[in-house]
């Protein structure tokens, strides 16, 4: 079992930053791949961004690249979500998620990810 615990939401005016962090215990984090997704109201949930477990193989959604990074320190076995410019339209929930994961895999969809955090939520006003 991996248990995930998600910090770092808020409200922030558009344009702004936040680092969004999720803790994880229970197994070796090292070798999860590990992931953002969130949902906004209304609406289903969508990835945002993943990692794998080495830290080598990123990947983004379109509509985050070059604005959202994610990171990882398996020493403190915690991913990371920097967040900057953001827009109104990135307000969700945002849920971290894993997966044991071999090489250099990381995962884009959510069914891919056997264990999530209970969220966090971000809000940014226009």
């Known amino acids: 079992q991996v248990q995930l615990v998600e910090s770092g939401g808020g409200l922030v005016q558009a344009g702004g930053s936040l680092r969004l962090s999720c803790a994880a215990s229970g197994r070796t984090f090292s070798r999860y791949c590990m992931g953002w997704f969130r949902q906004a109201p209304g609406k289903e949930r969508e990835f945002v961004a993943s990692i794998s477990w080495s830290g080598g193989r990123t990947y983004y959604a379109d509509s985050v690249k070059g604005r959202f990074t994610i990171s990882r320190d398996n020493a403190k076995n915690t991913v990371y979500l920097q967040m900057n410019s953001l827009k109104p339209e990135d307000t969700a929930v945002y849920y971290c998620?894993?997966?044991?994961?071999?090489?250099?895999?990381?995962?884009?969809?959510?069914?891919?990810?056997?264990?999530w955090g209970q969220g966090t939520q971000v809000t940014v006003s226009s």
């Open positions: 998620a894993a997966v044991e994961a071999p090489g250099s895999s990381a995962y884009t969809r959510g069914y891919e990810y056997n264990y």
